[in-house]
């Protein structure tokens, strides 16, 4: 096995990330940047892609030079640069990618093209070495939501997929309707501390002819309720609204994985992407897994939103294979995981 360094950049969303990791005796993370975005754009109730752009310019020099001086390597000592190039948004991904390129051109070294939803997946190769693919893998995050059967760290299959809203951006509404702020993921988490999970049933959208799952109905639903309340000029019980209405996403999201598992005949499940550092879906998943004799892995919530990390992890398995982009990459704003 060869040993090195891969410099891996991250800016897809809200966050301007950058991190070295060593490959050859083990993989080990030499540092972990992250410039949050999160302050700038709360005041919005969400992102601003232009914003995002802006500040991502303005970061990603900084985050870049931070990240090497904590793994204490130069330039010279840099072997690939990895980036996320798709998908996200344009004018966000394009910062990262021009950059890439300019620094691997300079450099004379190669540049590796990741994708966002792989790179999520591959978060567990850092957490869980021990876990060998095949598993099945639940990507929840504020712009995806995926099950895939993964068959290797860069073979995949698409088992299920939200017919239309991710589960991050239902949390993100719902959070928002309910005056709870921004990021809405953990916000509701901490209502839900306070709240009854059984005060409201939420409807739980599962289809019958397919692995498939929806939120738009249990968002609706939630907001309708919400409406209600302010109709008849009665306090809104918050925290009980919460709580119900992540147990029914949740209960949703385990139960799929579950059935996605079964179908796939596999051993082991995992969960990925920003919605994966909810508490409750991580302690239903553990708890189902039990009972149908998986074994459950998750990356810690830090490895769970976005980070480089998660890029180089997956960058690693291309820089193997000798797989790598040229000069006229592109960012590419929406492409889902691609079967194998
Ligand atoms: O993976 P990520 O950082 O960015 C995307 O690739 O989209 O995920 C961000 C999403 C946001 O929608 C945020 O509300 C959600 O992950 N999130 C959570 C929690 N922490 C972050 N959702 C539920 N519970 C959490 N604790
Ligand atoms: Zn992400």
Redesign the pocket.
């Known amino acids: 096995m060869s040993t090195g360094h891969i410099l891996a950049i991250e800016s897809?969303?809200d966050e301007t990330a950058a991190a070295v990791v060593e490959f050859g005796g083990g993989f080990n993370v030499k540092s972990n940047i992250i410039a949050s975005q999160i302050e700038l754009h709360k005041i919005y109730g969400g992102v601003v892609p232009e914003i995002a752009s802006r500040k991502h310019i303005e970061n990603i020099t900084k985050v870049t030079e931070q990240a090497l001086e904590e793994a204490n390597i130069g330039f010279d000592e840099v072997d690939a640069i990895a980036v996320t190039y798709a998908p996200?948004l344009v004018g966000a991904l394009l910062v990262g990618v021009s950059y890439a390129k300019s620094l691997a051109f300079a450099l004379q070294k190669p540049l590796i093209p990741v994708h966002?939803?792989e790179?999520?997946i591959c978060a567990n190769f850092i957490s869980s070495p021990e876990l060998k693919p095949p598993f099945v893998c639940l990507v929840a995050?504020?712009?995806?939501s995926t099950i895939a059967l993964v068959e290797s760290y860069t073979e995949y299959h698409v088992m299920a997929n939200t017919r239309d809203d991710a589960p991050g951006e239902a949390f993100d509404k719902i959070s928002r309707v309910l005056g709870l702020g921004y990021p809405g993921g953990p916000a509701i988490q901490r209502a839900a501390e306070n709240g009854f999970s059984s005060a409201f049933a939420f409807p739980q959208v599962r289809f019958e002819s397919s692995l498939d799952f929806s939120f738009s109905g249990v968002k609706t639903s939630v907001i309708n309720l919400i409406h209600n309340y302010t109709q008849k000029n009665q306090p809104i019980p918050i925290n009980d609204i919460a709580a119900s209405f992540q147990q029914a996403v949740c209960e949703v999201l385990t139960g799929r994985l579950i059935d996605c598992a079964k179908k796939a005949g596999v051993k082991n499940i995992a969960l990925a992407?920003?919605v994966a550092s909810n508490a409750l879906l991580r302690s239903l998943c553990e708890k189902v897994a039990e009972e149908a004799e998986l074994d459950f892995h998750c990356p810690p919530p830090v490895l769970c939103?976005?980070n480089a990390v998660m890029i180089g992890a997956r960058a690693y398995f291309d820089f193997e294979k000798g797989k790598f982009g040229g000069t006229d990459l592109n960012a590419i704003a929406s492409l889902g995981l691609a079967n194998k």
């Open positions: 897809s969303c996200g966002h939803i790179a999520h995050s504020g712009g995806h992407g920003g939103t976005d």
